[in-house]
């Protein structure tokens, strides 16, 4: 190993302007950020950083990480973006928070003002080191848009103490919910000292170490403070920490278990480390559990977790629809994991687990005017799920605002003499190939339309590659340069290879054909037996309670047939592709006063329109499914 394939592209060298990216981008910059920011102050959140032990609101354990992400996600905003009001909140925030640390170093307005007596005592709930990785990607993140250091040096400082604390012949310990270690990675990326890195390494070390230090910390703490700690690890009469990924050192780890989010961001740690500590290791643990993960664990929709009760990961498919848990941000823990073994690999299918996610489980968790959120992301709906303005625990509403801000980072990427275009989004990527630079140009109507039209723009007229994934959704497409079709392409790992000399200002046009699917599930899933579900490109599709007159489990599509794609602009939803169809209704009117008959139900012609999975409940409220009953040989 030693180092990544590919680099991805940063959002500086990214410009989009995709009918499609633009507007979520546009939305999320100027209703949601100040939407939840108005929540963190309203809620307290912000306030907690004055340390004001007499405020109408004590902080929570967690609350420092929703600022830290509304922060990281403003930032991103600020790239190539001249905002000087949302600038000015931005440096008056890093002023409070940075207020709120202690002479040592340390940076934690629950612990500093609700338990001072108890620091690093409950790790296994008190989200310490979680907040801490959050603070520590909010100060990088501001530093890579505005070149200033006075917000790292903050936090530095933070995690100069904490590597004080934590290591071989210190404290021994690790997080309870994961994500400090990726944090720390990229503070080393960006300041080149060792110490973080191997701070990194020795929390994703100890973990899974018996007798767990989860175990030992519920043995010493005072009573009245292990109420959560009971809850997580004691749920089963006897002491469990499979649900925070505990249970195993994480090189023995082969299926994924518990929280899903706790389980995708230490995956995304461990390959990180895997490259960068040359550890083969750590990257075959990930390979085994990413087969274990989506092939026997995923939604359709590229959602994660099964189980509500751990917010996690159930039996292999075990993929009940209603009562998916699916959560958004393990959306994004899976973009992120996803996007460090294509990086690593330059393997395509990593990359249409990223594609699948982001416009299907990613996107339905935001609506499309940016101000209500899905925390949970369900596949079946009775008409009582919806989005909300704002939750108790709000991990999910910041984490869709900092991901939607820096998308542009997953569109590209490059190494020396090659460029690679991942997602179909229009606009510009400036690639550097080490001997030149060289400018790709992007003309799309993704996802709506097939048609990809590519302009190379290098500096200099030389031989390079570039590299076009071919989703693995597509099962027909041509493709021409300048006009002429190239009928000998060359396929590796999902991705089109075209290695040529090229000119300023030559095109390339790729045509992915876009027929309507019908997907059927592993017969293993037992709750989708019977049932089907309809797919257009990259994009899920479901029927909701508004567009038809009957209960929708009532509903059958024969297999015999047709279905359409037509475009249509909604008020509310915009510019869609909807999917229409005939299918049939079941029919009870000779039912009255009887439960069982040696025939069955009559059925009637009925037409179904359906949407894309990630639009739902965005109209009137009602019912909603992914999976349609299905009829026919």
Known sequence: MGAYKLQPLSIKNVTIHSNFWSKRIAVNQDVTLPSIYDKCEQTGR?????????????????????????????????????????????????TRISSAQQPDGYLNTFITLEK????????????????????????????????????????????????????????????????????????????NEDKYLKLAQYFIDRRGQKPSIFETELADLPAEDTRLNQHYFLRTGTFDSSDFQDHLPVREQETAVGHAVRAMYMYSA??????????????????????????RKMYITGGLGARGEIEGFGPEYKLPNAAAYAETCASVGSIYWNHRLFNLFADGRFMDVIERTLYNGLLSGVSMDGRDFFYVNPLASSGDRHRHEWFACACC????????ASVGQLIYAQAPGEAYVNLYIAGTGNIDLRTQKVILRQHTNYPWEGTVQIEVHPETTEAFGINLRLPGWCGQYDLQINGRTIDDLSLDKGYIKLIRTWQPGDVIELNLSMPVERVYSNPNVLDNVGKVALERGPLVYCLEGVD?????????????SQLQASHVDDETLGHIVQIQGDALMLVDEDWQGVLYKDRPPTTTPISIKAIPYFAWDNRQPGEMRVWINEFGK
């Open 46 to 94: 912000i306030d907690a950083f004055d340390l004001n032990p007499n405020a109408k609101a004590q902080p929570v354990l967690y609350w420092d990480s929703d600022v830290a992400k509304w922060l990281e996600a403003a930032c991103y905003s600020l790239i190539g973006n001249d905002d000087p009001e949302l600038n000015y909140v931005v440096e008056r925030l890093i």
């Open 116 to 191: 001072p007596d108890l620091r690093w005592k409950n790790l296994g709930v008190w989200h310490e080191l979680y907040c801490a990785g959050h603070l520590i990607e909010a100060a990088i993140a501001h530093y890579e848009a505005t070149g200033k250091e006075h917000f790292l040096a903050v936090m530095r400082r933070y995690a100069d103490y904490i590597v004080s604390v934590f290591g071989t012949g210190k404290r021994d310990g690790y997080p309870g919910h994961q994500e400090i270690e990726l944090a720390l990675v990229k503070l080393y990326r960006t300041t």
């Open 270 to 295: 461990m390959v990180d480390l895997g490259v960068e500590l040359d550890d083969r290791s750590l990257i075959e643990a990930c390979l085994r559990l990413w087969d274990d993960v989506y092939h």
């Open 397 to 404: 509403p910041t984490n869709m605002a900092r991901f939607i």
């Open 548 to 560: 038809h007159p009957v209960a929708l489990d009532r509903i059958i599509l024969p297999k015999e």
